[in-house]
């Protein structure tokens, strides 16, 4: 790969290791654990082409993630793809997932009642989802990235056969006492079991894939024309609710890649899936299609580029409405660690100490 020119959203994206969220106990635990993996060299990073064109000219975007620690994110100068580039190689995110993954972003790292209540609660929201256009009826179900299979859960009380595969067996071993069919391992799993769906679940799953194109393809390989994928994943451009304008705090180690819907459509497009439905947030459910055709390649670099821009701008503005809406919800409650957050995150924090 090779940096063609630096595009660093500004200075806060610099690496500094500084984290921008505030952790508990342990994840700080956790957070120390990766860093140690990371000086010790026991985690391994490498250079790889555009996982979209397989080109390698990018510019750098930002150094770190909101975690602190150094993550090089760049976008593609021939289609626009924002991803992770070094990043960690295979087995080291496999160790990552194993052993850290759960207890950084969620402050526990074994599998819990409320997490799998939370992932139940989501289930239903992607099945009223996909059911809009789908007669969900007795179909079989594989969902990647299960977690402890909350989501499945759902499904399967509504008649469905599902499957889960999860990198993290402590996950996987809970979601299994509550009586869901869970694997620890990969999509490879499936095939080697021979289990065969009619629809398979991303849900903020396909970020986290190192070589999203070869997921795609193989399961392309795999399922009968008419099958679904159902893909969710953290928008690039709905960044307000969840990160607060804040496209720093939407970075993080686990992500290899980012998408809005209209890269996202592309991407399964030319992977021979063409889209059902699909918003912004992104929700998107797609339909294999009986032949891969070469498309026309789209260049979302523009695009990309002005949609961070645009976030940026609106995370430094005090009158923005969900910055007025946080700052004001904080007062009324007395938080004043995280009115101290919102004025750091909109820039002026460091002219009121003064």
Known sequence: MEILSNKILSSRYKANGKAILELNKSQTEALNAIKSKIDSSKYVFEAVECLNCNSNGFDLIAEKDRYGLAVS?????????????????????????????????????????????????????????????????????????????????????????????DLGSSYVDFGKEKGIELFSGTIDVIFEKK????????????????????????????????????????????????????????????????????????????????????????????????LVTNKKKNNNYETVINILKKYESKRKNIFDSNNRKYFFSNVKNKSKRNIVSFFKNIGVYKFLKK
């Not at 969900?136 to 759902?154: K, M, P, Q, R, T």
Request: hydrophobic share 40%; glycine share 8%.
């Open 73 to 165: 994110t760049v976008i593609c100068r021939e289609c626009g793809l924002l991803q992770t580039n070094p990043r960690m190689n295979q087995n080291s995110y496999n160790d990552f997932y194993e052993n850290h993954y759960r207890q950084l972003y969620s402050g526990n790292s074994i599998g819990t009642d409320v997490f799998f209540k939370n992932q139940h609660n989501h289930g239903k929201l992607i099945y009223d989802f996909i059911r809009q256009n789908v007669n969900l009826e007795d179909l079989n179900i594989v969902e990647v990235g299960a977690g402890a299979g909350g989501i499945l859960s759902f499904f399967k009380e509504n008649g469905c056969a599902v499957w889960g595969v």
């Open 195 to 290: 289990i065969k769906p009619n629809l398979v679940i991303y849900s903020h799953v396909l970020e986290h894939i190192l070589n999203p194109n070869i997921e795609i393809q193989k399961w392309y390989n795999y399922l009968n024309v008419g099958d679904m994928i159902y893909i969710e994943v953290p928008g690039l451009d709905n960044l307000t609710k969840n990160y607060r304008n804040d496209f720093l705090r939407y970075l993080q180690n686990a992500h290899t890649v980012h998408f809005n819907l209209a890269i996202l459509e592309s991407f399964m497009n030319k992977n021979g899936f063409d889209m059902v439905i699909g918003n912004e947030n992104v929700q998107a459910l797609f339909v294999k299609r009986e």
